[in-house]
Structure formats: C-alpha cells, structure tokens
T-cell receptor, first 114, second 113 residues
Framework: IAGITQAPTSQILAAGRRMTLRCTQD?????MYWYRQDLGLGLRLIHY???????GKGEVPDGYSVSRANTDDFPLTLASAVPSQTSVYFC?????????????FGPGTRLLVL | GENVEQHPSTLSVQEGDSAVIKCTYS??????FPWYKQELGKGPQLIID?????GEKKDQRIAVTLNKTAKHFSLHITETQPEDSAVYFC????????????FGTGTRLLVSP
C-alpha cells in the first residue's frame, strides 16, 4: 500500500504558466485536502473535498482550483502561477466516513515560481 | 474561526532530557487535537492525538495533556533521542461537520547527543 503519492516531487515554474499538482491515494478515504506550507506560517488549507464530486474552499483558495472526479485522485491546479505561490504543497486524506479524524499526508511537492 | 498558537518556535535539549511544546486554541467547540512530526523533506506524520473527553494520553515516551478550561494542550517527550529532532505541529478541529484542521506554526526540536 503506497498511501498518498504526489507528483511532481519538485518543480520550477515561470510566472504566468499553468501547473497541475497531482495527488493519488489508495486507502479509499472519502476526504482529501490540499495544504501549503510556508516558513513561519505552518500548514494552511487551500481546498478540500469531503467526497468524490464535491469540493470546498479552505483558508487560502485564491489562485487555485481543484476537482474530485473519483475517490482516489485530487489534483490541484494553478491557472496562472505567481511568485507568491512558491511553497511546499501537501496533499492529505482522511477516512471521515468511518469517523476517523486522522489526516494522512503525502510527501509534498516543492514549487518555485519565478 | 479557530486560531492555534504554538510555543516555542525552536527548542534545543540534550539527549535524555525532556521536551515540552505548548499550544493554545481559541474555538471552545474544538474537540480533536492531533500532534504531527515532520522530518526534513517529508510530509507531517501523526504521532499522537487527544480528544476532549480525556485530559491526558500517553504512548511510550510521548504524552499529550489537555486543559479545556484554559484552552491549551501540550506535548511532552521524555528521554529525548537524536531521532526525535524534527519540526512538531499541533492542530485543533471540531469533529462535527467538516473537519478543518487548524495548525500551529511549528516547533523545531533539536536533540543534541
């Protein structure tokens, strides 16, 4: 069981370019989350999905979009990247359907926007 | 909304000493308090959590205490080892409705041999 995988591991992106960060989980968890981690700010929620077909906005959603076409995949898209989106992005999932609050995190994607 | 404050931001101890990290939260309805450990280049990993119906929970060398009246909770690591060196995050959330975890800003723990 791989848990949560994220791709790419790291990326350098020119400002204005479109980028999709991929996240896949094999635990059949119903809930999935995207966070960004910045020095001194901890982890902040960007978007979330309680179940396939639904998504919601977190604390810092501007400039990002997500989709949840199936249970396993939760891609995060930056439509037109800006330097302030330079960060480490973590995908997470939890088995909310079973009442489990624990969120399991992927290894992260390090993004540099120039 | 919920706000979580975490102290200290850095903590240096000698191997074998104890380490304590403290967090306060603002939402009195929060009832789930996990602690995550993040090693360099990796994602956060849950190490222990506590729910509001208990005041203390232990798992070998780590323990968490919760004071709901004062709205603060703490992580205690005893007999620290160099492999405990990492960044630790506390978080808080409600368990009803959508579970939005709000994280503290992290504590970098360094355990020197």
């Amino acid at each position: 069981i791989a848990g949560i995988t994220q791709a790419p591991t790291s990326q350098i992106l020119a400002a204005g370019r479109r980028m999709t960060l991929r996240c896949t989980q094999d635990m059949r968890h119903n809930a999935m989350y995207w966070y960004r981690q910045d020095l001194g700010l901890g982890l902040r929620l960007i978007h979330y999905s309680n179940t396939a077909g639904t998504t919601g906005k977190g604390e810092v959603p501007d400039g990002y979009s997500v989709s949840r076409a199936n249970t396993d995949d939760f891609p995060l898209t930056l439509a037109s990247a800006v330097p302030s989106q330079t960060s480490v992005y973590f995908c997470a999932s939890s088995d909310r359907a079973s009442g489990q609050e624990t969120q399991y995190f992927g290894p992260g994607t390090r993004l540099l926007v120039l | 909304g919920e706000n979580v404050e975490q102290h200290p931001s850095t903590l240096s101890v000698q191997e074998g000493d104890s380490a304590v990290i403290k967090c306060t939260y603002s939402d009195s309805a929060s009832n789930y308090f996990p602690w995550y450990k993040q090693e360099l280049g990796k994602g956060p990993q849950l190490i222990i959590d506590i729910r509001s119906n208990v005041g203390e929970k232990k798992d070998q060398r780590i323990a968490v205490t919760l004071n709901k009246t004062a709205k603060h909770f703490s992580l205690h690591i005893t007999e620290t080892q160099p492999e405990d060196s990492a960044v630790y995050f506390c978080a808080a959330s409600r368990t009803t409705g959508f579970q939005k975890l709000v994280f503290g800003t992290g504590t970098r723990l360094l355990v020197s041999p």
